[in-house]
């Protein structure tokens, strides 16, 4: 497979959110992942931060993963990707002034598009990892995303989890987004058709959704009607080869076969308990 440049995988991706269709993401955790789901005819792969913070420190996903180790990822996949992929660039590593930075070094890296959210990360000393900025702070995080950038095929879309605030509050942050020239809106906790058409009504740029396989939201023409481009429903794949690694490597040592599914896995092979101790020792939250 040809490599295609990092502009035509961008101008690619543009293309993608003009059309009346929604495009359901590949994980892309490495470069083979990418390769593979390009060939299997993935329109669009998405290198979750999440699956960055397993995948590089074997880490849950609060937020330990620097700017330059999830760079390093994002680069190695984008040496020989040739899809679009959206890198998952939580809130930009800090304040506005590291989200600039976070632009300069991401677009480097070859993604095709990425999100900066509204979440409160990492988390302050008594509160939760999914409490949010105030809007004007967020505001401030995208204007300065849009100043960074060089290439402007780069798509930058403001993220914010929907499901945490009232409707009104939802239809206030992601007009002021608008308002602030991003190119899309990503949302998180989006519930069902009434909630996503209750918002929707009120943008005119494309929707990226955070859906988890919700079966709420399983109607790819009825999300393509709402303005929705882009679903992220999950990383299967990237489980998936967690699974099979430790299967495998059970089976040479010869070890009777195992009950654990991949998520457990995950949760058993990760820093997960350690760190949730820290946090109620040290930061007295409870992830």
């Known amino acids: 497979m040809a490599t295609p440049s ?15 269709d929604c495009f359901y993401t590949a994980s892309t955790f490495d470069p083979m992942s990418a390769r593979i789901a390009a060939d299997l005819g993935f329109e669009v792969g998405i290198l979750g931060g999440s699956v960055a913070s397993l995948q590089v420190l074997a880490a849950p996903d609060f937020a330990l993963i620097t700017l330059s180790e999830f760079t390093e990822q994002a680069t190695r996949i984008g040496r020989v990707a040739t899809l679009p992929i959206i890198a998952d660039a939580d809130h930009g590593y800090g304040n506005a002034l590291n989200v600039m930075r976070t632009i300069n070094e991401l677009e480097r890296a070859g993604v095709a598009a990425l999100t900066i959210e509204d979440t409160l990360l990492p988390a302050k000393y008594g509160r939760k990892s999914t409490d949010l900025i105030p809007q004007e702070e967020a505001v401030g995080k995208i204007k300065a995303a849009i100043e960074a950038r060089i290439d402007p095929a780069m798509a930058i879309f403001a ?7 009232s409707v009104e509050a939802t239809i206030e942050r992601v007009k002021a987004y608008e308002a602030a020239d991003a190119d899309g809106i990503c949302m998180v906790g989006i519930r069902d058709f009434d909630h996503l058409e ?6 005119s740029i494309p929707l990226m ?12 023409a009825r999300l393509a009607a709402c303005g929705v481009r882009v679903v992220v429903n999950g990383h299967a794949a990237y489980f998936a080869a967690i699974k099979a690694t430790y299967d ?8 009777a076969e195992g009950t654990l599914n991949a998520s457990e896995l995950s949760t058993r092979y990760s820093t997960l308990d350690e760190n949730r101790e820290w946090a109620r020792r040290y930061m007295d939250v409870s992830e």
């Open 198 to 203: 209750t918002i929707s009504q009120h943008l």
């Open 209 to 220: 959704l955070v859906t988890y396989d919700n079966p709420a939201l399983n109607d790819r």
């Open 159 to 165: 993220r914010t989890h929907a499901g945490q605030l």
């Open 248 to 255: 495998c490597l059970r089976e040479q040592r010869g070890i």
């Open 6 to 20: 990092q502009h035509d995988l961008r101008n690619e991706f543009r293309a993608l959110l003009e059309r009346d």
